[in-house]
């Protein structure tokens, strides 16, 4: 069928199809405005209530012409120009980069329009998800009770896919009543936020306050130390320029994030001095006097370390059993560019290291705390490299994914070969708990824990239990 690739992809991750109702049904229409009631009722001291579109569609229709039906009744419900949609454009296939390494597509940015797909699914379902929300809160029983609570509706548009965006928001622009505040969550990652920022334009026409979503870290680099310092400073100052009135951050941990969680806030609050370094203002803070340029230096090569491995090295972070299962089946990441990632923060850890000994205070704790996670970083990575090396051989004997009844093993002399790389992958990832469990003192830092030893630990020796069960026995 028409744009199934995004679809497929999620079936693939989790194992669960997603399922879109009809939004136009009235008895999906009277479930959303109950459920609504019910938060109002259980949320006394709620000021705001948004409503969010899920990340990714499974809404597809089977032909162009049955899209630019859809199009045209939305077009015509809320008096909209013609042309405001651009299915010409909606409708252009995606070509891989021929500059990127090969990689499995499932380690590619999820929600994203996959090559091969177009951008008529993703376009159409935020259109719809605009329509269906404005009908959520035009509902009569929603609307009074918002109006005696005095609590603000808004909107938010979770599409982390540039294209998407530059072609739904003439539409989503011309859509919104006046006033009504919308938010965007359009990319991952505060840079490339950033560099879609142009597009959000047809937004500002000063008639509805304008929300920016942003990150203090990618989740799929979760299980690496992240700075974003420049990165974060950058979108913070843009949106100011195009005239954004407030920004949100997300972040799945507290602890780690120290340095991007001050450079956003301090950002936000100081948005006007565009020719500040604020990088240069939160090392002086935390380490001052002659360390303040190892700081800065270690910081910043610390970002160039975040972006590498977010753009060549996608997921290779993500928790749970994302590395072991999805994002190194074939072809798997590229060695030279794991190396890369290794050095880059082996040596990161160096400096850290060299900065906790001209530091004082919790200065020197700070530059302690991210020594030992740079080389955690670096510890991963590799463990990723070995895991490659045991797996993927592995593939051409019918022996992955594991328990394959059918699978032509190896000789015992390749065998010995793949176990002593499972076990070396095993070892480094035992190495990362045992260094992260002496800084563990938050339920976030808990749960990072928990996760690596289920989606990382269990896995890794799974493969070279079952490696080693099948090494002749002496």
Not at 30 to 59: K, Y
Not at 184 to 197: C, E, F, P, S
Not at 303 to 321: D, V
Not at 347 to 362: H, M, N, Q, Y
């Amino acid at each position: 069928g028409q744009s199934s690739l995004t679809n497929d992809w999620q079936k693939g991750w989790s194992g669960t199809n997603l399922a879109d109702a009809d939004v136009r049904n009235p008895v999906v229409l009277d479930i959303a405005v109950e459920r609504c009631l019910a938060l109002l009722d259980a949320f006394p001291d709620l000021n705001e209530l948004q409503l969010i579109s899920r990340e990714g569609t499974a809404w597809k229709q089977e032909t162009f012409a049955a899209y630019a039906a859809e199009f045209e009744r939305i077009r015509q419900r809320f008096g909209l120009p013609e042309g405001i949609f651009n299915l010409e454009l909606m409708s252009e296939i995606v070509v891989e980069d021929p500059q990127s390494i090969e990689m499995n597509p499932r380690a590619h940015p999820y929600w994203t329009v996959l090559p091969g797909d177009d951008y008529l699914a993703t376009c159409c379902g935020s259109i719809r998800f605009i329509e269906f929300a404005l009908d959520i809160l035009n509902d009569p029983r929603l609307a009074a009770a918002l109006n005696q609570r005095g609590v603000q509706p808004s909107l938010a548009i979770y599409s982390p896919n540039p294209k998407t965006i530059q072609l739904i928001t003439p539409g989503v622009a011309a859509m919104l009543p006046e006033g009504m505040k919308i938010s965007y969550l359009a990319d991952y990652g505060a840079r490339d936020i950033t560099d879609g920022l142009d597009d959000w334009r047809p937004l500002f026409n000063g008639k509805r306050p304008v929300q920016m979503i942003s990150w203090l870290e990618f989740d799929g680099c979760m299980m690496l130390t992240q700075g974003w310092c420049h990165s974060l400073d950058e979108n913070v100052k843009k949106a100011h320029r195009l005239g954004i009135k407030s920004i949100g951050f997300n972040h799945w941990r507290v602890r780690s994030l120290e340095h991007n969680a001050w450079v956003a806030a301090s950002a936000c609050f100081d948005a006007n001095k565009q020719d500040r370094d604020i990088l240069h203002a939160y090392c002086a803070s935390l380490y001052g006097g002659h360390a303040l340029q190892l700081a800065h230096d270690a910081y910043a090569q610390l970002e160039q370390a975040t972006l590498f491995t977010k753009r060549h090295t996608y997921n290779i972070g993500f928790t749970t059993s994302w590395v072991f299962h999805q994002s190194t089946e074939p072809p798997g990441y590229s060695w030279t560019y794991l190396e890369q990632a290794v050095q880059q923060y082996t040596r990161i850890s160096a400096l850290f290291d060299e900065l906790s000994t001209v530091s004082a205070g919790w200065g020197r704790q700070q530059a302690l705390y991210l020594r030992d996670l740079c080389r955690m970083s670096a510890g991963h990575i590799q463990a990723v490299f070995h895991l490659q090396n045991a797996k993927l051989p592995l593939v051409g004997f019918k022996a992955w994914p594991l328990g394959n009844p059918r699978a032509a093993w190896p000789a015992p002399e390749l065998l010995e070969v793949l176990y002593a790389q499972a076990e070396k992958a095993l070892r480094l990832e035992e190495d990362y708990m045992r260094v992260y469990s002496q800084w563990v003192e938050t339920c976030d830092e808990q749960g990072q824990l928990a996760m690596h030893q289920q989606g990382v630990i269990e896995p890794f020796r799974l493969l070279a239990e079952v490696i080693q069960s099948h090494l002749p026995r002496e």
